[in-house]
């Protein structure tokens, strides 16, 4: 067990199954007795959503079984990229750290162990500024229990206050100064269009933080630290979310890493290999995505014409 426990950064909103579910799941893990709680419990969006905030809110209220729970309950909605910047931000401020969750995730028993580890081992490591808690569903063999590289995964994460404090959320200087060469660099190599992201935030399209984040650590040359079978599993892809489409296709067949002693990496440098795999899973599912779309219209055509 890790000695040195984190504060755990949790963000609700109005799904009381997947809450519960989520914080069931992280009392199963032996540090959750040692571990600060802070509870972000976002107000309702419109009147819709009013009776599933307040069961979320009497849920979260009989929350036991962490050394302590403290509940920070918004008065008007911040939407989830608002909470999570001013939540990081507050706890970084005065931890120095943070374990960031959201309420649609299953944990491994050992997902505080393996996160607390990893904050100890690279606090003092400058190039290491990210510790994800999930991976894409790629062949672990020969990898090793964990590797770094330069993309962001947000399905459980946790950094430290001298590396979050760089944040930036700035599309439109993003979108001027950025070449192409870097942005293909960021897509990993034209795998996947993470820079899509950033341009529907500048239309205002969406609100997001994820990729912005990443995007900070990508231009500040820092390093992500992934395990490589998932300590996490995102059971929020049902529909029910606010930023989610319904479809688990980066989490279906995963099975929860159950290794308790994880073996992290003493050498940070960027693991060719796993990046080569996760590119090959990425080609492959979005070639599964084009011929899905072209069967759909295939059929709505059919349907239309004859």
């Known amino acids: 067990m890790a000695t040195n426990t984190s504060p755990i950064a949790l963000f609700v909103y109005n799904r009381p199954k997947h809450t519960r579910e989520t914080v069931e799941a992280l009392l199963k893990n032996a540090e959750a007795v040692h571990s600060d709680l802070f509870i972000f419990s976002d107000a309702a969006k419109h009147e819709g959503a009013q009776s599933a905030v307040n069961e979320v809110r009497a849920l979260i209220h009989q929350i036991t079984g962490f050394k302590t729970i403290t509940i920070i309950e918004r008065e008007k909605n911040w939407g989830l990229a608002n909470s999570i910047i001013d939540g ?58 964990a590797f770094f590289w330069k993309t962001m995964n947000c399905w459980g994460w946790a950094t430290w206050a001298n590396r979050w404090n760089k944040f930036s959320k700035k599309p ?19 795998t996947y269009n993470f820079w899509r992201q950033v341009k529907l935030n500048r239309k205002g399209k969406i609100n997001t933080w994820a990729v912005f984040w990443y995007a900070t650590i990508f231009s500040h040359g820092g390093l992500c630290l992934n395990p490589t079978s998932s300590y996490v599993m995102n059971v929020g892809h049902d529909g029910t979310g606010e930023n989610c489409r319904n479809s688990d296709h980066f989490s279906m067949h995963q099975i929860i890493n159950k290794k308790q002693d994880i073996d992290l990496p003493e050498l940070v440098s960027v693991s060719d290999d796993a990046i080569c795999r996760i590119k090959s899973f990425l080609d492959k599912h979005a070639r599964q995505n084009l011929a899905i779309y072209w069967l759909r219209k295939i059929q709505m055509i059919s349907e239309t014409y004859f």
């Open 172 to 190: 439109d200087e993003m979108i001027r100064s950025w070449t192409p060469q870097k942005i293909n660099a960021f897509n990993l190599d034209g």
């Open 88 to 145: 990081v931000t507050a706890i970084c401020d005065k931890y120095g750290r943070a374990i960031v969750l959201e309420d649609d995730l299953i944990f491994s028993e050992h997902f505080l162990g393996y996160m607390n580890s990893a904050l100890n081992m690279y606090e003092d490591n400058q190039l290491v500024w990210h510790i994800s808690g999930w991976n894409y569903p790629i062949e672990p063999s020969g990898l090793g229990d």
